[in-house]
């Protein structure tokens, strides 16, 4: 095996394990969620999509670090890696404390964007304040795993993971109904359940980024400035980052909001395919993380050549994995389903839906790994922009309200109009890999 198999690997597999095992779990507090009803459900998928905001916001931040750290790794210049670190841990501590201090003031507010349905309101307000909780320690720890990834040590995100989960779905379960002599708490349980693993996967990475300091006999450096990057510089960096992450989550929430004007059931069916979508998609998720850390590294030695070599050969093991794993959705999509307490219209139209994703889902790898990735190795972060906003806004949110309003299709038939961008955002992402002017080398 090439010494760039075993780096790729070395990444993508702990990477990839990780995104899956948490999307398993994701899963099971679906299902455990689903046996309290539709409202449940509902109520707290909207939550989901709030938090969500949050989380592509620490993405944002958290892909600007990998970039730099990784380019200046590569270049070995560790003080300018330890500034990117810095930097970064800072803007996610702001992130987090302006988005839990919303949610602790507004909560109804916030809901009430995605639904007028009192119900799953007043079932919704105290869990999203758990939610808010966990912001800050989710933040910190999107820093802490970028880090670790850039220095090959990928597999202890994984263990952190690994005992997070554990913990949520235990705690999930003697909270939610009450096992073990614990009261029933209902989704008020899975909120402190959520709370609890997220705490505990921060206190696991930082005992593992501490012992990888030690282990690769390097030390903290930190500091908020660059000697080889100016602020302004930075700004233009992170900014189109984050607009495009924010304005992709708003456009997610957008179609939420379609999804829960055509009925709780649509909306319903919706999110119980969350959870195995996600699982398909972290199936292949290691390689964009990867292509990441390895693509930024040759970049910041400057070696081009070889990165638009080993870009094809990440994104050709994506498109192989891709079509294996839609193969594997399309045969168990109605067994999945199935387990749900809900009615079969709901499962009927929820099995629709995965068959629809399974479809997609060679097309959505190849952009992850292209715009997750690739094209965003070189910090040319300003294209992924406009790349997003055209596909996103440009075409799939007035497609989604077209096939909602103008045509009055059904959930099915929307979700089809909406996941057709991606076919756009394809062929742009790879008219741009092929002419190489991503490829910029920043250290």
């Not at 095992?21 to 707290?44: C, H, K, P, R, Y």
């Amino acid at each position: 095996m090439s010494q760039f198999m075993k780096s790729m690997c070395k990444i993508a597999i702990p990477v990839t394990l990780q995104s899956m095992l948490q999307a398993s779990f994701s899963i099971v507090d679906q299902l455990m969620i689903g046996q309290l009803g539709e409202t449940n459900i509902a109520a707290v998928r909207i939550c989901g999509n709030y938090s969500m905001l949050v989380s592509v916001l620490f993405s944002a931040v958290g892909a600007v670090a990998g970039i730099l750290i990784a380019q200046f790794l590569g270049a070995e210049d560790r003080r300018e890696a330890w500034s990117s670190f810095t930097v970064s841990m800072v803007l996610c501590g702001m992130i987090a404390i302006l988005f839990c201090a919303a949610s602790f003031l507004a909560p109804a507010g916030i809901l009430g964007l995605y639904t007028k349905d009192t119900l799953i309101l007043g079932a919704g307000c105290g869990y999203l304040r758990l939610i808010a909780v966990t912001f800050l320690p989710m933040g910190v720890s999107t820093i802490l795993s970028v880090w670790l990834r850039c220095r090959e040590h990928a597999t202890a995100t994984l263990v952190a993971s690994l005992c997070a989960v554990v913990v949520n779905t235990v705690g999930n379960y003697i909270l939610i109904f009450g096992k073990m002599g614990a009261p029933t708490l209902g989704i008020t349980g899975a909120g402190i359940a959520t709370l609890t693993s997220q705490l505990m996967n921060l206190l696991i990475l930082a005992a593992c980024f501490i012992g990888c300091l030690h282990k690769d006999a390097d030390r903290m450096q930190l500091s908020l400035h660059f000697d080889k990057l100016n602020k302004k510089e930075y700004l233009l960096m992170i900014c189109p980052i984050l607009i495009s992450e924010f304005l992709w989550s708003l456009g997610q929430n957008v179609e939420s909001a379609v999804y829960g004007h055509l009925g709780t059931q649509n909306l319903a069916a919706y999110t119980l395919t969350c959870p195995v979508q996600g699982l398909m998609v972290g199936a292949l998720s290691g390689l964009s993380a990867a292509a990441g850390v390895l693509i930024g590294k040759r970049l910041g030695k400057k070696e081009y050549d070889a990165a638009y070599e080993e870009s094809g050969k990440i994104m050709k093991a994506g498109l192989l994995g891709a079509v294996v794993v839609s193969g594997v959705l399309m045969l168990f999509s109605g067994s999945y389903v199935s387990f749900y307490r809900v009615d079969t219209t709901v499962q009927e139209l929820g099995q629709s839906l995965l068959f629809v994703f399974a479809l997609y889902a060679p097309v959505k790898i190849e952009n992850m790994i292209l715009g997750g990735g690739i094209l965003k190795s070189g910090g040319d972060t300003k294209t992924v922009m406009l790349i997003d906003i055209v596909g996103t806004w440009g075409m799939g949110i007035p497609l989604c309200f077209a096939g909602a309003y103008l045509l009055q299709w059904g959930i099915v038939g929307v979700y089809v109009l909406l996941t057709s961008e991606e076919i756009l955002r394809l062929v742009i992402s790879l008219i741009i890999f092929r002419n190489k002017k991503w490829m910029i080398s920043l250290a």
